[in-house]
């Protein structure tokens, strides 16, 4: 077996042309996948992983060709490969060895593990042993620097001298681990040649049902507490012709906005709730307006609530707004009931007056449970 480098590894014969017509065949899918998400960069990953779907691992090019179809740089792609292990930069073996090359599995002797290993195996990290059992990988961090230097065989980390993810404190890889772990899997390929040579390691969540925020897409968390919520924010408000216009804006995965309004900012009643799919414009962020009308001479406080399926957000910030006659303006202000006090002048058995907002200011919407 001859040492090979991690370019040498690439295909020579691929070209970027070549990764386009392979991935032809998933068009469908890839169109799917940029219809689901607000932005083209958030279908890198799954892109990545149709690309490990169609070699069996994540050739450069396809790192490249990925990077195109998501928009990002084909630098910024290649980071994002390098950061999830679960993409393969190494054409696919029965088992995947991985070696963190991080600083703190460094000073813990990574590198002479790795020159350890590619001795025992007879190939430089990056590429495949002959027989196809063994392929050797460097990573960075593995999130298992307690242990460095850390190595992985497919998914399970030496952890200990015998079994798989068997956490020893204080227990640190020995070259003579992985000798034994390398026999003893040698061993087992040998009894059963029935097994696969290729361990087809992930691939794309066929029946995922897309991002929330993307259009038409009715996705939703697997867990009900995997994330809050994001609450709607920059509540704001204006008034003219004696109505008020509240604004917030909403996450893109908000499914349902509902204003509510005090007469005290402690007890806060529904006064509306808004479809956010109903307004148009670009997927992403919307600022969602609801309109109200309040008697002149008053001061309400109004708050706005986000739901995104079945999570309710935290409640926004809450804001007042006193409304006031303003006789002198030439707006028609035509709310129905109002006393001669409160209207403004006659004109033409109308009452007319601007109501405007007299002040809107910022209340912290966290205030103590009580008041909620
Ligand atoms: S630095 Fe190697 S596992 Fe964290």
Redesign the pocket.
């Known amino acids: 077996m001859s040492k090979v480098g991690i370019a040498e590894v690439q295909p020579q014969d691929l070209t970027l042309e070549g990764v386009a017509e392979r991935m032809s065949k998933h068009q469908a899918r890839i169109d799917e996948l940029v219809r689901r998400y607000p932005v083209k960069r958030a279908t890198l990953l799954q892109v990545l992983w149709l690309i490990q779907e169609e070699f069996g691992w994540v050739p450069r090019l396809g790192i490249k060709w990925a990077a195109g179809i998501a928009e990002v740089s084909p630098v910024h792609a290649f980071a994002v490969t390098e950061f999830y292990t679960m993409y393969k930069q190494v054409p696919p073996a029965r088992w995947h060895i991985r070696v ?1 090359q ?4 460094l000073i813990q002797g990574s590198e002479a593990l790795i020159a350890h290993l590619e001795e025992k195996l007879g190939i430089a990290c990056g590429s495949v042993t002959e027989d196809n059992l063994f392929a050797l990988e460097r990573v960075e ?5 307690g242990n ?1 230097p ?1 190595v992985q065989i497919d998914d399970e980390f030496l952890y200990g001298p015998e079994e798989l993810n068997q956490h020893e404190d204080g227990w640190h890889t020995q070259a003579a681990d992985v000798d034994r772990w390398i026999e003893r899997l040698r061993a087992e390929a040998a009894a059963h040649p029935e097994w696969e040579t290729v361990d087809q390691l992930g691939g794309i969540i066929l029946d995922s049902l897309g991002h929330p925020g993307a259009p038409k897409a009715s996705g939703s968390p697997n867990q009900e507490t995997y994330a809050a919520a994001p609450p709607a924010i920059n509540l704001n408000a204006e008034g003219a012709n004696g109505k008020i216009t509240v604004h917030a804006l909403i996450a893109p995965e908000c499914s349902k906005l509902v204003f509510e309004r005090s007469d005290d900012d402690l007890g806060f009643s529904e006064v509306g709730a808004i479809d956010p799919s109903t307004i148009k414009g670009p997927p992403g962020p919307k600022t969602v307006t609801f309109d109200d009308r309040v008697d002149i001479g008053k001061t309400v406080y109004y708050r706005a609530i986000a739901h995104s399926g079945n999570r309710v957000a935290t409640p926004s910030s809450s804001i007042a707004i006193t409304t006031e006659a303003r006789p002198e303006a030439d707006t028609e202000y035509n709310l129905k009931v109002l006393s001669d006090e409160k209207s403004g002048k006659e004109n033409g058995g109308k009452k007319e007056v601007n109501a405007d907002i007299a002040q809107a200011s910022e209340k912290t919407a966290n205030k103590e449970e009580g008041k909620k």
């Open positions: 963190c991080t600083v703190n599995c961090c593995l999130a298992a620097c460095g850390a």
